[in-house]
């Protein structure tokens, strides 16, 4: 059997931690047995769809590594893959009046009203809600003429049968029996003719060969009406896997205070797409062993459903980070540097940060990385400061000082070292050394502080290095100054001393 999976969002809104996580198990799930990952958009209620989502929705993808080889923008044999297309193109009719002729589903006519007001009379009498007949699953067909003639509006409903037990085995948690009794008829088609989800994408599944589902735990629920609507239609429903709920640190449901913003704003955070595929992969999934960082095609390798866990995943913004700063430290530079400079580059980055005045992001210095006619610089700032960062945003602070002249000074270092006598003599005689840029490596800086620590009769060479650091960085912290000071050159360095001095 060839695998084949599908993701099929709602364009109701920009993809989240929990929609990425679906999408990026189906991918996994298809690369690890060679299959075919479809992407389908169900768009089916059409009051809550957002103009314009479809693009999140494949950007969104895109940006997490996650591939798909049919379906939405990709073509196939089974299109076209929106679901109102498909409504117009009448592919959903045939299988719902089967289903009718068959005694399977039915018509009935609720008024919103009467609807209302048995939901109330069920609330009342402390009974389960939902439409469990009312006065129309076993209406006659003259009732239903009746009821046509009167110009009701009708929805066609599922029938579900009574007093059996409907068995799900589901791929995470096993076998799951629910008696009929409890579930309701649901909708099928609305009164408007569009098939709703629990019709669309079961159908859909079926025309298109889906031979695992996977989906939040939310629609556990759904799946025995969903089992009862396959078998209906003489059909053999694909394997369900149910994910896990998503949970912040505090073990409350996730929200936008534990980090879950749309995928694409960790893009405009500068989160390399690869670490947040990473992160999210293992919300709820373990590859076994104790490897955490990995590649997507690391992951896909790994990747089975018995890893999969029945219990809720946690989101941890920290870890994330932490992540990041794996991956970010684990690139070469020409990789990274690409990052950096189309990071800087993009349009959204700017106006992301100018909405978050206080974030600290230093977006001079990300323009910096704009410039093509700075790669060499740019190149040696990233490998130098790489080990200092998280995101792809901490760039522009972390390398600005590679990228120009310091602008001031670390308020507390500067009184500190101003009140050191030596200091003066320190930055002088350091300036004076630097005599020429041929060839000059972190060790021979070295040897030129050392040289001056011992002229200068210092005891340690602390006094010689920090003030030194101020006056080419204007920060009192920051990477290897030998390599810093090879990084920027001797007449950089010189220039710097000598305008330091001057501030003194």
């Given amino acids: 059997m060839s695998v084949r999976v599908r993701y099929a969002p709602s364009p109701t809104g920009s993809p989240h931690v929990g929609n990425i996580r679906t999408a990026l198990f189906n991918d996994l799930f298809a690369r690890r047995h060679g299959g075919t990952n479809i992407l389908r958009i169900e768009d089916t209620d059409r009051s809550r769809s957002v103009p314009g989502c479809e693009a999140d929705i494949v950007e969104s993808l895109k940006y997490v590594g996650i591939q798909w080889q049919e379906g939405y923008g990709a073509g196939g044999d089974c299109g076209p893959y929106v679901q109102s297309e498909r409504s117009l193109a009448g592919?959903?009719?045939?299988?719902?009046?089967?289903?009718?002729?068959?005694?399977?589903?039915?018509?009935?006519?609720?008024?919103?009203?009467?609807?209302?007001?048995?939901?109330?009379?069920?609330?009342?009498?402390?009974?389960?809600?939902?439409?469990?007949?009312?006065?129309?699953?076993?209406?006659?067909?003259?009732?239903?003429?009746?009821?046509?003639?009167?110009?009701?509006?009708?929805?066609?409903?599922?029938?579900?049968?009574?007093?059996?037990?409907?068995?799900?085995?589901?791929?995470?948690?096993?076998?799951?029996?629910?008696?009929?009794?409890?579930?309701?008829?649901?909708?099928?088609?609305?009164?408007?003719?569009?098939?709703?989800?629990?019709?669309?994408?079961?159908?859909?599944?079926?025309?298109?060969?889906?031979?695992?589902?996977?989906?939040?735990?939310?629609?556990?629920?759904?799946?025995?009406?969903?089992?009862?609507?396959?078998?209906?239609?003489?059909?053999?429903?694909?394997?369900?896997?149910?994910?896990?709920?998503?949970?912040?640190?505090?073990?409350?449901?996730?929200?936008?205070?534990?980090?879950?913003?749309a995928a694409l704003d960790f893009r405009r955070q500068g989160y390399l797409g690869v670490a947040l595929a990473n992160f999210i992969a293992l919300i709820g999934w373990s590859p076994g062993g104790d490897k955490e960082v990995m590649s997507i095609n690391e992951m896909a390798e790994a990747f089975e459903i018995r890893g999969i866990q029945p219990s809720s995943g946690v989101f941890d913004l920290d870890k994330l980070m932490w992540m990041q700063g794996v991956h970010v430290r684990g690139m070469d530079t020409g990789s990274l540097l690409s990052e950096v400079k189309g990071y800087a580059s993009n349009p959204e980055t700017e106006s992301y940060w100018a909405a978050h005045p206080d974030s600290g992001v230093n977006m001079r210095g990300l323009s910096y990385f704009a410039d093509d006619s700075r790669h060499d610089l740019q190149a040696s700032a990233v490998e130098l400061v790489k080990e200092r960062v998280t995101t792809l945003a901490d760039f522009g602070k972390a390398s600005l000082f590679v990228l120009e002249a310091p602008s001031s000074y670390e308020e507390a270092a500067l009184v500190k070292w101003k009140a050191v006598p030596t200091t003066s003599q320190v930055v002088q005689s350091v300036a004076e050394g630097l005599t020429t840029d041929a060839g000059m490596g972190p060790s021979d800086f070295e040897g030129l502080l050392r040289s001056v620590q011992t002229s200068l009769r210092i005891e340690k060479l602390g006094p010689v290095v920090h003030p030194v650091r101020l006056a080419l960085t204007g920060a009192s912290t920051g990477p290897g100054l030998f390599e810093l000071m090879a990084v920027l050159g001797s007449t950089d360095c010189r220039e710097r001393l000598e305008r330091f001095l001057a501030d003194l």
Wanted: cysteine-free; overall charge negative.
């Fill in 91 to 261: 592919l959903y009719d045939p299988h719902w009046n089967r289903l009718i002729e068959s005694g399977f589903a039915y018509w009935a006519f609720d008024t919103p009203q009467e609807l209302e007001e048995m939901r109330k009379s069920q609330t009342d009498q402390g009974l389960a809600t939902g439409y469990f007949g009312g006065a129309w699953r076993d209406a006659s067909e003259v009732e239903r003429e009746k009821a046509r003639a009167e110009g009701r509006p009708g929805v066609v409903r599922l029938r579900i049968p009574r007093d059996e037990t409907i068995i799900v085995m589901d791929g995470v948690r096993g076998k799951i029996e629910y008696p009929s009794n409890t579930l309701d008829d649901p909708v099928l088609i609305k009164s408007d003719g569009m098939p709703t989800y629990h019709f669309a994408a079961m159908v859909d599944d079926h025309l298109m060969g889906v031979t695992h589902i996977f989906r939040g735990e939310e629609w556990l629920g759904s799946a025995p009406k969903h089992i009862v609507l396959f078998k209906s239609l003489g059909w053999d429903p694909p394997e369900m896997v149910h994910l896990p709920v998503i949970k912040g640190r505090d073990g409350s449901k996730l929200s936008k205070r534990h980090g879950d913003t």
